[in-house]
Protein backbone atom coordinates (compact mmCIF):
# COMPACT_ATOMS: atom_id res chain seq x y z
CA UNK A 1 0.00 0.00 0.00
CA UNK A 2 1.61 3.12 -1.01
CA UNK A 3 0.75 6.77 -0.57
CA UNK A 4 1.80 9.45 -2.20
CA UNK A 5 1.79 13.34 -1.75
CA UNK A 6 1.14 15.67 -4.97
CA UNK A 7 1.58 19.35 -3.85
CA UNK A 8 0.73 21.53 -6.24
CA UNK A 9 -2.11 21.21 -8.73
CA UNK A 10 -1.12 22.60 -12.10
CA UNK A 11 -1.08 20.64 -15.51
CA UNK A 12 1.95 18.59 -14.13
CA UNK A 13 0.32 17.74 -11.06
CA UNK A 14 -2.63 16.41 -12.67
CA UNK A 15 -0.61 14.68 -14.86
CA UNK A 16 1.18 13.18 -12.14
CA UNK A 17 -1.91 12.22 -10.29
CA UNK A 18 -3.65 10.43 -13.03
CA UNK A 19 -0.69 8.30 -14.12
CA UNK A 20 0.14 7.19 -10.45
CA UNK A 21 -3.73 6.39 -9.89
CA UNK A 22 -3.59 4.34 -13.48
CA UNK A 23 -0.63 2.17 -12.77
CA UNK A 24 -2.01 0.73 -9.61
CA UNK A 25 0.56 0.42 -7.01
CA UNK A 26 -0.39 3.73 -5.45
CA UNK A 27 -3.46 2.66 -3.58
CA UNK A 28 -3.89 6.58 -1.79
CA UNK A 29 -3.14 9.78 -3.26
CA UNK A 30 -2.98 13.15 -1.32
CA UNK A 31 -3.48 15.77 -3.66
CA UNK A 32 -2.67 19.42 -2.29
CA UNK A 33 -3.53 22.44 -3.85
CA UNK A 34 -4.90 26.48 -3.44
CA UNK A 35 -7.55 26.28 -5.48
CA UNK A 36 -10.92 24.45 -3.81
CA UNK A 37 -12.27 23.83 -7.36
CA UNK A 38 -10.04 23.11 -9.40
CA UNK A 39 -8.68 20.79 -6.39
CA UNK A 40 -11.97 18.96 -6.19
CA UNK A 41 -12.36 18.44 -9.48
CA UNK A 42 -8.87 17.04 -10.33
CA UNK A 43 -9.59 14.93 -7.05
CA UNK A 44 -12.57 13.66 -8.47
CA UNK A 45 -11.44 13.29 -12.43
CA UNK A 46 -8.90 11.27 -11.12
CA UNK A 47 -10.65 8.94 -8.63
CA UNK A 48 -13.24 8.05 -11.46
CA UNK A 49 -10.56 6.60 -13.66
CA UNK A 50 -9.27 4.34 -11.15
CA UNK A 51 -9.83 2.52 -7.96
CA UNK A 52 -6.91 4.41 -6.21
CA UNK A 53 -8.58 6.76 -2.85
CA UNK A 54 -8.21 10.25 -3.80
CA UNK A 55 -7.76 13.17 -0.83
CA UNK A 56 -8.19 16.68 -1.66
CA UNK A 57 -6.10 19.19 0.66
CA UNK A 58 -6.61 22.85 0.39
CA UNK A 59 -2.86 24.33 1.32
CA UNK A 60 -0.52 27.10 -0.26
CA UNK A 61 2.65 25.49 -1.09
CA UNK A 62 4.07 28.92 0.30
CA UNK A 63 2.23 28.17 3.82
CA UNK A 64 4.74 26.11 5.40
CA UNK A 65 3.51 25.11 8.67
CA UNK A 66 0.40 24.45 6.91
CA UNK A 67 2.58 21.77 4.75
CA UNK A 68 4.26 20.81 7.51
CA UNK A 69 0.54 20.02 9.20
CA UNK A 70 -0.45 18.12 6.34
CA UNK A 71 2.63 15.64 5.78
CA UNK A 72 2.34 14.96 9.83
CA UNK A 73 -1.28 14.15 8.95
CA UNK A 74 -1.14 12.20 6.06
CA UNK A 75 2.26 10.40 6.44
CA UNK A 76 3.14 9.66 2.75
CA UNK A 77 5.36 7.19 1.46
CA UNK A 78 6.60 9.67 -1.11
CA UNK A 79 6.24 13.79 -2.07
CA UNK A 80 6.29 15.11 -5.28
CA UNK A 81 6.74 18.63 -5.04
CA UNK A 82 4.95 20.10 -8.72
CA UNK A 83 4.35 23.92 -7.34
CA UNK A 84 5.19 27.02 -8.72
CA UNK A 85 4.45 30.62 -8.01
CA UNK A 86 3.92 30.88 -12.11
CA UNK A 87 4.19 28.05 -14.89
CA UNK A 88 7.52 28.16 -16.82
CA UNK A 89 5.03 28.09 -19.90
CA UNK A 90 3.39 31.50 -18.37
CA UNK A 91 5.42 33.78 -21.12
CA UNK A 92 5.22 31.49 -24.26
CA UNK A 93 4.00 33.13 -27.12
CA UNK A 94 4.13 36.72 -25.62
CA UNK A 95 5.93 39.27 -28.02
CA UNK A 96 6.26 42.21 -25.85
CA UNK A 97 9.45 43.71 -25.39
CA UNK A 98 9.21 43.08 -21.43
CA UNK A 99 8.59 39.49 -22.00
CA UNK A 100 11.11 38.84 -24.91
CA UNK A 101 13.95 40.45 -22.44
CA UNK A 102 13.16 38.19 -19.62
CA UNK A 103 12.34 35.30 -21.45
CA UNK A 104 16.07 35.66 -23.18
CA UNK A 105 17.86 36.24 -20.30
CA UNK A 106 17.25 32.31 -19.02
CA UNK A 107 14.58 30.82 -16.87
CA UNK A 108 17.19 31.61 -14.13
CA UNK A 109 15.92 34.85 -13.88
CA UNK A 110 12.36 33.71 -13.06
CA UNK A 111 13.82 31.81 -10.33
CA UNK A 112 11.10 34.04 -7.58
CA UNK A 113 8.67 32.07 -9.20
CA UNK A 114 9.93 28.69 -9.22
CA UNK A 115 12.15 28.88 -5.79
CA UNK A 116 9.92 29.64 -2.80
CA UNK A 117 7.45 26.69 -3.19
CA UNK A 118 10.44 24.40 -2.82
CA UNK A 119 11.93 25.73 -0.10
CA UNK A 120 8.71 26.25 1.72
CA UNK A 121 8.10 21.94 0.94
CA UNK A 122 11.41 21.18 2.00
CA UNK A 123 11.23 23.18 5.48
CA UNK A 124 7.89 21.49 6.01
CA UNK A 125 9.71 18.43 5.25
CA UNK A 126 12.00 18.93 8.14
CA UNK A 127 9.77 20.50 10.27
CA UNK A 128 7.11 17.58 10.17
CA UNK A 129 10.39 15.08 10.78
CA UNK A 130 9.37 13.18 7.08
CA UNK A 131 12.11 11.45 6.01
CA UNK A 132 10.95 9.67 2.85
CA UNK A 133 11.83 10.60 -0.69
CA UNK A 134 10.80 14.14 -2.52
CA UNK A 135 10.67 14.43 -6.46
CA UNK A 136 11.46 18.36 -7.06
CA UNK A 137 9.51 18.64 -10.94
CA UNK A 138 10.27 22.79 -10.75
CA UNK A 139 13.45 23.89 -12.83
CA UNK A 140 15.13 21.14 -10.39
CA UNK A 141 18.48 21.67 -12.36
CA UNK A 142 19.26 24.81 -10.92
CA UNK A 143 17.04 24.73 -7.64
CA UNK A 144 18.62 21.60 -6.35
CA UNK A 145 22.16 23.06 -6.24
CA UNK A 146 20.38 25.88 -4.41
CA UNK A 147 19.31 24.38 -1.72
CA UNK A 148 22.07 21.27 -1.46
CA UNK A 149 24.51 23.81 0.46
CA UNK A 150 21.69 25.22 2.52
CA UNK A 151 20.60 20.77 3.48
CA UNK A 152 17.18 21.37 1.80
CA UNK A 153 17.34 19.65 -1.58
CA UNK A 154 14.95 17.24 -2.45
CA UNK A 155 16.20 13.67 -3.50
CA UNK A 156 15.84 14.45 -7.04
CA UNK A 157 14.06 16.27 -9.72
CA UNK A 158 12.28 15.03 -12.46
CA UNK A 159 12.21 15.42 -15.73
CA UNK A 160 15.17 17.16 -18.50
CA UNK A 161 17.56 14.52 -18.23
CA UNK A 162 14.73 11.96 -18.08
CA UNK A 163 13.06 13.31 -20.90
CA UNK A 164 16.44 13.49 -22.89
CA UNK A 165 16.75 9.73 -22.19
CA UNK A 166 13.04 9.27 -23.48
CA UNK A 167 14.30 11.37 -26.43
CA UNK A 168 17.14 8.82 -27.18
CA UNK A 169 14.69 5.89 -26.59
CA UNK A 170 12.61 7.35 -29.15
CA UNK A 171 15.34 7.34 -31.59
CA UNK A 172 16.46 3.30 -31.13
CA UNK A 173 13.20 2.22 -31.10
CA UNK A 174 12.56 4.03 -34.38
CA UNK A 175 15.29 2.01 -35.95
CA UNK A 176 14.70 -0.97 -34.30
CA UNK A 177 11.19 -1.26 -33.69
CA UNK A 178 11.30 -4.83 -32.51
CA UNK A 179 13.34 -5.98 -29.31
CA UNK A 180 15.12 -4.69 -25.96
CA UNK A 181 16.49 -1.71 -26.00
CA UNK A 182 20.18 -0.83 -24.22
CA UNK A 183 20.46 1.09 -21.12
CA UNK A 184 20.96 4.52 -21.67
CA UNK A 185 22.57 7.08 -19.35
CA UNK A 186 22.66 10.89 -19.76
CA UNK A 187 24.07 13.11 -18.15
CA UNK A 188 23.15 16.72 -19.19
CA UNK A 189 21.22 20.30 -18.17
CA UNK A 190 17.58 21.50 -18.80
CA UNK A 191 19.29 24.01 -20.99
CA UNK A 192 19.68 21.71 -23.72
CA UNK A 193 16.24 20.34 -23.18
CA UNK A 194 14.70 22.68 -25.85
CA UNK A 195 17.29 21.44 -28.23
CA UNK A 196 16.64 17.93 -27.78
CA UNK A 197 12.79 18.42 -28.07
CA UNK A 198 12.99 20.00 -31.30
CA UNK A 199 15.70 17.83 -32.78
CA UNK A 200 18.63 20.56 -33.44
CA UNK A 201 21.97 19.61 -32.76
CA UNK A 202 24.14 22.39 -31.55
CA UNK A 203 26.86 22.03 -34.10
CA UNK A 204 29.90 22.12 -31.29
CA UNK A 205 29.78 18.70 -30.30
CA UNK A 206 30.90 20.10 -26.40
CA UNK A 207 27.35 21.85 -25.86
CA UNK A 208 25.43 18.65 -26.56
CA UNK A 209 24.14 16.72 -23.66
CA UNK A 210 26.35 13.36 -23.45
CA UNK A 211 24.68 9.88 -24.03
CA UNK A 212 26.13 6.42 -22.80
CA UNK A 213 24.60 3.70 -24.43
CA UNK A 214 24.99 -0.04 -22.97
CA UNK A 215 26.75 -1.00 -19.93
CA UNK A 216 30.26 0.04 -21.85
CA UNK A 217 28.87 3.46 -22.12
CA UNK A 218 29.31 3.97 -25.46
CA UNK A 219 28.88 7.20 -26.51
CA UNK A 220 26.18 8.42 -28.89
CA UNK A 221 25.76 11.99 -28.25
CA UNK A 222 23.75 12.44 -31.94
CA UNK A 223 21.06 10.03 -30.96
CA UNK A 224 19.47 12.87 -28.46
CA UNK A 225 18.51 15.29 -31.42
CA UNK A 226 17.30 12.34 -33.81
CA UNK A 227 14.01 11.88 -32.59
CA UNK A 228 10.85 13.45 -34.55
CA UNK A 229 11.06 17.23 -33.55
CA UNK A 230 8.78 18.76 -31.68
CA UNK A 231 7.47 22.67 -31.23
CA UNK A 232 7.93 24.46 -27.94
CA UNK A 233 4.44 24.55 -25.88
CA UNK A 234 2.76 22.97 -23.18
CA UNK A 235 2.74 19.35 -25.21
CA UNK A 236 6.05 18.66 -23.91
CA UNK A 237 4.29 18.32 -20.41
CA UNK A 238 3.14 14.74 -21.75
CA UNK A 239 6.83 14.05 -22.39
CA UNK A 240 7.67 15.20 -18.87
CA UNK A 241 4.76 13.16 -17.65
CA UNK A 242 6.32 9.99 -19.38
CA UNK A 243 9.89 10.60 -18.45
CA UNK A 244 8.65 10.90 -14.72
CA UNK A 245 6.32 8.02 -13.93
CA UNK A 246 8.75 5.24 -13.90
CA UNK A 247 11.00 7.37 -11.32
CA UNK A 248 8.20 8.09 -9.12
CA UNK A 249 7.02 4.25 -9.19
CA UNK A 250 10.46 3.47 -8.48
CA UNK A 251 10.92 5.54 -5.48
CA UNK A 252 7.91 4.03 -3.97
CA UNK A 253 10.01 0.68 -3.16
CA UNK A 254 9.14 -3.08 -3.65
CA UNK A 255 9.25 -2.89 -7.48
CA UNK A 256 12.20 -3.95 -10.19
CA UNK A 257 15.18 -1.38 -9.97
CA UNK A 258 15.11 1.45 -12.66
CA UNK A 259 18.20 2.55 -13.76
CA UNK A 260 17.37 6.05 -15.39
CA UNK A 261 18.53 9.60 -15.83
CA UNK A 262 17.47 12.51 -13.44
CA UNK A 263 17.75 15.50 -12.62
CA UNK A 264 19.80 16.94 -9.28
CA UNK A 265 20.58 14.08 -7.71
CA UNK A 266 21.10 15.15 -3.97
CA UNK A 267 20.90 18.49 -5.27
CA UNK A 268 23.65 18.43 -8.01
CA UNK A 269 23.47 20.57 -10.65
CA UNK A 270 22.11 18.95 -13.98
CA UNK A 271 21.05 15.47 -14.82
CA UNK A 272 22.78 12.17 -14.36
CA UNK A 273 22.59 8.38 -14.56
CA UNK A 274 20.61 7.16 -11.05
CA UNK A 275 20.18 3.27 -10.24
CA UNK A 276 16.53 3.57 -8.01
CA UNK A 277 16.79 -0.34 -5.89
CA UNK A 278 13.89 -0.11 -3.21
CA UNK A 279 13.56 3.34 -3.16
CA UNK A 280 16.96 4.42 -2.42
CA UNK A 281 18.69 6.86 -5.00
CA UNK A 282 22.27 5.87 -6.09
CA UNK A 283 24.18 7.66 -8.86
CA UNK A 284 25.10 5.13 -12.03
CA UNK A 285 27.72 6.73 -14.24
CA UNK A 286 29.63 5.14 -16.65
CA UNK A 287 32.71 3.80 -16.91
CA UNK A 288 35.17 6.48 -17.29
CA UNK A 289 32.90 9.01 -16.82
CA UNK A 290 33.87 11.01 -13.51
CA UNK A 291 31.46 12.96 -11.05
CA UNK A 292 34.29 16.19 -10.94
CA UNK A 293 34.03 16.22 -14.74
CA UNK A 294 30.13 15.36 -14.85
CA UNK A 295 29.22 18.50 -12.80
CA UNK A 296 31.41 20.85 -14.30
CA UNK A 297 30.00 20.17 -17.86
CA UNK A 298 26.68 20.24 -16.12
CA UNK A 299 27.51 23.63 -14.16
CA UNK A 300 28.95 25.55 -18.09
CA UNK A 301 25.64 24.43 -19.41
CA UNK A 302 23.80 25.69 -16.38
CA UNK A 303 25.19 28.93 -17.71
CA UNK A 304 23.05 29.18 -20.28
CA UNK A 305 20.26 29.40 -18.14
CA UNK A 306 21.55 32.35 -16.75
CA UNK A 307 22.89 30.83 -13.67
CA UNK A 308 26.94 32.33 -13.32
CA UNK A 309 27.22 30.87 -10.02
CA UNK A 310 25.64 30.05 -6.40
CA UNK A 311 27.21 30.79 -3.18
CA UNK A 312 26.79 28.66 -0.24
CA UNK A 313 23.89 30.45 1.03
CA UNK A 314 21.85 29.85 -1.81
CA UNK A 315 22.52 33.48 -3.62
CA UNK A 316 22.49 33.44 -7.28
CA UNK A 317 24.41 35.54 -9.51
CA UNK A 318 23.64 35.63 -13.12
CA UNK A 319 26.08 35.55 -16.00
CA UNK A 320 26.94 38.63 -18.52
CA UNK A 321 24.38 37.62 -20.70
CA UNK A 322 21.33 37.38 -18.38
CA UNK A 323 22.26 40.46 -17.38
CA UNK A 324 22.47 42.20 -21.11
CA UNK A 325 19.13 40.79 -21.51
CA UNK A 326 17.05 42.83 -19.28
CA UNK A 327 20.04 45.76 -18.97
CA UNK A 328 17.12 48.48 -21.16
CA UNK A 329 14.07 47.70 -19.07
CA UNK A 330 15.11 46.56 -15.85
CA UNK A 331 18.99 45.75 -15.01
CA UNK A 332 18.03 45.24 -11.13
CA UNK A 333 16.74 42.18 -11.70
CA UNK A 334 19.78 40.48 -12.95
CA UNK A 335 21.33 41.63 -9.38
CA UNK A 336 22.70 39.06 -7.12
CA UNK A 337 19.54 37.08 -5.82
CA UNK A 338 19.75 36.02 -2.62
CA UNK A 339 16.44 34.05 -0.63
CA UNK A 340 15.22 36.21 1.40
CA UNK A 341 14.95 38.49 -1.73
CA UNK A 342 13.08 36.15 -3.38
CA UNK A 343 9.30 37.89 -2.61
CA UNK A 344 10.27 41.30 -3.54
CA UNK A 345 11.79 39.84 -7.04
CA UNK A 346 9.19 38.36 -7.82
CA UNK A 347 7.21 41.40 -7.30
CA UNK A 348 9.14 43.38 -9.33
CA UNK A 349 8.53 41.02 -12.31
CA UNK A 350 5.30 41.19 -11.79
CA UNK A 351 4.86 44.64 -12.39
CA UNK A 352 7.40 44.52 -15.39
CA UNK A 353 5.46 41.81 -16.68
CA UNK A 354 2.07 43.45 -15.99
CA UNK A 355 1.13 40.32 -13.82
CA UNK A 356 -0.48 41.24 -10.28
CA UNK A 357 -0.12 38.85 -7.81
Not at 20 to 44: C, E, F, H, N
Not at 292 to 307: H, I, K, M, P, T
Request: include cysteine; glycine fraction near 10%; proline fraction near 8%.
Amino acid sequence: MSNVMIIGMGDMGERLATGLAAQGRTTRLTLVGRSPKRLADTAACVASQTDCFVEPVVADALRRDDLAEALDRHRPDLVVQCASSQSPWALFGRTDAAARAVNGAGLALRLPYQLPPVVSVMRAVRDAGYTGPVANLSFPDVVGPILRPLGLAPTLGLGNAGIMLRRVRTALRISAPTGKLPLVRIVGHHAQVFGVMQANEPADANDRCRVYLGAEGRRRDSLAYRAPSLAPGRIYNRVTAGATLPVLEALLGESEPLRWSVPAPAGLPGGYPVRITNGQVTLDLPPGQSLEEAVSFNERLGRQDGVERVEDDGTVHFTEACRAAVADIAPELADPLPLDGLTERAKHLDELLGQPR
